[in-house]
């Protein structure tokens, strides 16, 4: 993670804490992700650091000065109306984000702007998949990708928030704008923060969402939308070090994004997991067939993994220390079920499928969803089922309480009182905060650029549910592809995957039976009696994925405690120098 954080000091009390507590900002990145070209800017009441560590994975450096002006950013945004080189690459994104034109970048950064007057506006990406976290109160305000380092600046004792908590277990990931501690905020979809030279606060959007999930009377521009992700994809290549990594499995989303990236020319590593033999022999053939297709000079190669408890050399103690120095609990369980590894900053980019279900129906593409939501006051109470707790306690299930309805309201001011609320849903909540794209500097979101999220709005409900636009784009974009089959997993297959013994507690049985033994904060939000059935299914051989899942979430949300408790102890020490 490429750290990027400031502070706007608005009481004579804060500027006079600044400079100890903004080294204190300084030290903690250094400690979790070592030293980089950390830029620092201070003066009497703003703080900017940026740890500019991208040098071995974007030719452009994250942090930016000009006449007076700075520019500090999680990662290089790439601009979606343009084709931009590496030379001269600030000379074109400067002035969108100078000019407020955020929206024209694509998504998955955060960013800062100091202007030359003493004024700073943070901002996060249209669809808020950049992480971007803030504190509030009377003596600063303070903005950072990383939860930890906020912590500095609460006006209180580090405390996880329960509310957040109750949300978390039941979907799987923190919604809104919730994060794991109370105080820090996340800002949401293209959201700001303006802050005058006096300390005057404004909050508001660079981009009105309407614009892309909008209902309006027009067909999905295909064309359009391949046109603009190849130029991102070009944009991409041209701006990144090393070969970027593209995952190509047996499904529609997947190929749908390796059809645009290959077609465009780029160079790429093509990744296919081998585990379900099926799925492997469909990109198998997909590459086949794609052979003899480059263009004059690109690269690819399709290289085979496949995991195996061998490859897991990390104990989940040293898996949890790492994933949530990085993290702070803002992150899906599943990511302790293999290695977690503190990045440094040469890795190539990871291009995947993620943002392809706002294309499919997710909540509603089953035999007679439409006709249960017909019964319903609003479509949006019909993913209630999707967010089911009945392994939850009463607390945690009133955590619960108006989500829906208040999610319904934010789609009908973005123009969606229709079923497409549900896609809205999705699109602001699980694809914003579930996926690990976001949760490095090094990963691009290619479905998530403005001609495809509007080409997925301008779909009819039908044509969600039969799955209409990945076919289309790959008739376009790669022609040879459309004759070879998807793979569609079965419950067998989860099976065959669970005895890969790829489990966490497979993997580390020690950790993971004494996380049970001797509970901390998991019995507050989720039912002993259910985690116990559980424990008793992982034992005998109908062991399903979703069983592991309750029990890794059980897990995390005990390190949550654990973890609280170590940034009060930093928080105090450093209050106290």
């Known amino acids: 993670m490429n750290i990027t954080f400031v502070c706007s000091a608005r009481t004579r009390r804060a500027r006079s804490l600044l400079p100890l507590l903004f080294d204190a900002v300084v030290e903690d990145a250094r400690t979790v992700f070592g030293e980089a070209v950390d830029h620092r800017h201070l003066d009497e009441s703003t703080a900017i650091f940026n740890a500019d560590r991208m040098a071995g994975a974007w030719r452009p450096s994250t942090w930016h000065e000009e006449a007076g002006e700075i520019i500090a950013v999680s990662q290089p945004p790439i601009p979606v109306d343009e084709d931009c080189e590496a030379d001269g690459y600030w000379g074109t994104v400067a002035p969108i984000v100078r000019g407020g034109r955020q929206g024209r970048l694509l998504p998955n950064h955060a960013g800062i702007l100091r202007r030359a007057d003493g004024s700073v506006q943070v ?117 990144s070090v090393r070969t970027s990594t593209v995952y190509l499995s047996g499904g529609r989303d997947s190929r749908m994004t390796a059809a645009i990236w290959l077609s465009g020319g780029g160079d790429a590593r093509v990744i296919t997991l081998g585990t379900l033999e099926a799925e492997a022999e469909i990109a198998q053939q997909l590459m086949a067939e794609f052979s003899g297709l480059e263009a004059p000079g690109q690269e690819v190669r399709h290289d085979l993994t496949y995991p195996s408890p061998g490859t897991i050399t990390m104990s989940l103690e040293e898996r949890f220390h790492n994933a949530f120095a990085m993290w702070d609990g803002d992150a899906a369980p599943t990511n302790v079920r293999s290695n977690v590894r503190i990045p440094g900053g040469r890795a190539g980019l990871s291009i995947g499928g993620v943002g392809g279900e706002i294309m499919h129906g997710y909540y509603y593409h089953r035999p007679g ?59 602001t909540e699980k694809f914003r905060r579930w996926g690990n794209q976001a949760l490095g500097s090094m990963s691009a979101i290619m479905l998530s650029g403005p001609a495809y999220v509007r080409a997925c709005f301008d779909l009819d409900p039908q044509e969600r549910i039969e799955k209409v636009f990945p076919d289309e784009i790959v008739r376009r974009a790669m022609p040879a592809w459309t004759s070879v089959p998807y793979y569609k997993a079965q419950i067998a297959d989860s099976k065959k995957s669970m005895k ?68 009060n102890r930093r928080a105090e020490e450093v209050r106290g120098r």
Do not use: C
């Open 123 to 239: 901002w996060t990406d249209t669809l808020g998949l950049g992480r971007m976290y803030y504190v509030m109160n009377d003596d600063f305000v303070a903005a950072s990708n990383h939860i930890g380092i906020l912590t500095h600046f609460l006006d209180g004792p580090v405390e996880a928030d329960a509310e957040a908590i109750s949300r978390y277990v039941h979907a799987g990931w923190f919604t809104g704008d919730d994060s794991p501690i109370r105080g820090i905020r996340r800002l949401r979809e293209a959201g700001t923060i303006d802050v005058s030279p006096s300390g005057q606060v404004t909050v508001g959007e660079h981009t009105d969402l309407t614009e892309l999930v909008g209902r309006r009377d027009a067909r999905p521009d295909y064309e359009g939308m391949i046109d603009q992700t190849r130029r991102i994809a070009r944009n991409l290549d041209r701006l």
């Open 369 to 427: 969803d439409l006709e249960k939501i017909e019964k319903l006051p609003h479509p949006v109470a019909y993913a209630a089922k999707s967010f089911q707790g009945n392994l939850v306690t009463p607390e945690a299930a009133a955590g619960m309480d108006g989500f829906f309805d208040r999610s319904y309201e934010r789609a009908r001011r973005h123009g969606r009182e229709d079923l497409a609320a549900l896609d809205y849903l999705y699109l």
């Open 500 to 567: 890969k013994k790829l489990s966490t507690y497979d993997t580390d049985p020690d950790y993971f039976q004494e996380a049970f033994r001797s509970p901390r904060l998991w019995p507050q939000f989720l039912r002993e009696d259910r985690i116990g059935d559980f424990l008793e299914i992982i034992r005998g051989e109908d062991a399903l994925p979703v069983h592991e899942s309750w029990l890794n979430r059980a897990m995390w949300v005990d390190r949550i405690g654990t973890h609280v408790d170590a940034l």
